[in-house]
């Protein structure tokens, strides 16, 4: 193992060398300075989308997405997909489905002023842990031919439309032109 020696004339040639090309010096640490987050960023990007979800203890799946390589996004997925899924993924726990929305939905008053909301599969309440603040979430039997179409509405609507009324509970209210009772 050789040692690395530093002379006094060393450190003079340095400074020298500094002095008479500062742009050589400043371009060397720029170089540094962006180099090395460059150089890192990928590894920390890694890591980052490694890391599990908030609350998250193990490593689940939370989305199943048909991907289209000829326009390089998220394929749109059906209600068969899911029902295939459903029928042949035997490793997965609990899948729950959901497709977002804008509905009109009716308050007291008789207006029906639009609300963002989702229709979706009594599974989903499970998976993400949800819980409602009262009354209850879907079950299978409110898929059932001929059941009451039913709905949970969330905090924000029941606060706004509603007054945070209890009663509202048991209340068919107009979804579009469907009337929904409210079960949670």
Do not use: C
């Not at 170089?31 to 460059?38: F, H, R, S, T």
């Not at 908030?54 to 799946?61: I, Q, S």
């Not at 326009?71 to 459903?86: L, R, Y």
């Not at 509405?153 to 009337?179: E, M, N």
């Amino acid at each position: 193992i050789t040692q690395l020696r530093l002379s006094w004339l060393d450190v003079k040639l340095g400074l020298r060398l500094l002095v008479k090309y500062p742009m050589l010096n400043l371009a060397a640490v720029f170089a540094l300075a962006v180099g090395i987050p460059v150089g890192l960023a990928p590894s920390h990007l890694a890591r980052a989308l490694e890391a599990p979800l908030p609350g998250d203890a193990d490593d689940r799946v939370r989305a199943i997405r048909y991907w289209d390589p000829l326009s390089s996004s998220v394929a749109p997925t059906w209600d068969s997909d899911f029902a295939f899924w459903e029928q042949h993924l035997r490793t997965v726990a609990t899948l729950g489905a959901f497709r977002t929305s804008s509905y009109n939905v009716a308050s007291a008053d008789g207006q029906a002023a639009p609300a963002e909301g989702a229709q979706l599969t009594p599974a989903v309440f499970q998976m993400v842990g949800a819980r409602p603040f009262i009354g209850r979430t879907f079950e299978a039997a409110d898929y059932a031919a001929g059941a009451a179409d039913v709905v949970v509405i969330g905090h924000a609507l029941w606060a706004s439309r509603f007054g945070k009324d209890p009663a509202v509970l048991g209340r068919t209210i107009r979804i579009g032109r469907t009337p929904h009772v409210v079960v949670g």
